[in-house]
Nanobody
């Protein structure tokens, strides 16, 4: 049984930075595709970033140049470094994992394992 646990969320001001972590347990996910999604109140879950097992990354247009995703296989953990945060980034951020990379990596249905989420609020 794979468990994903996010941490690092919080309340920050516009322009600030925040780093989210997603630690996995129960299985080594070094060969898994890992991703971050977010969901704001009243909106659908949306793709943020993904990282393949070989380290290749993909980002939503809305976060390109501001967010980076990385993985530390030794720690079975992925990270989302978020810079220049905006009010529109306010959401619950969840991490996800899939045993295989799906060409439709931006779809939630491409991932099997999910964490519970961590809240990020950007407000002055």
């Amino acid at each position: 049984q794979v468990e994903l646990v996010e941490s690092g969320g919080g309340l920050v001001q516009p322009g600030d930075s925040l780093r989210l972590s997603c630690a996995a347990s129960g299985r080594t996910l070094s060969n898994y595709a890992r991703a971050w999604f977010r969901q704001a109140p009243g909106k659908e879950r949306e793709f943020v970033a993904a990282v393949r097992s070989n380290g290749a990354t993909r980002f939503a247009d809305s976060v390109k140049g501001r967010f980076t995703i990385s993985r530390d296989n030794a720690k079975n953990t992925i990270y989302l470094q978020m810079n220049a945060l905006k009010a529109d980034d306010t959401a619950t951020y969840s991490c996800a994992a899939s045993q295989n990379w799906n060409v439709q990596y931006w779809l939630p249905s491409s991932y099997y394992y999910w964490g519970q989420g961590t809240q990020v609020t950007v407000s002055s």
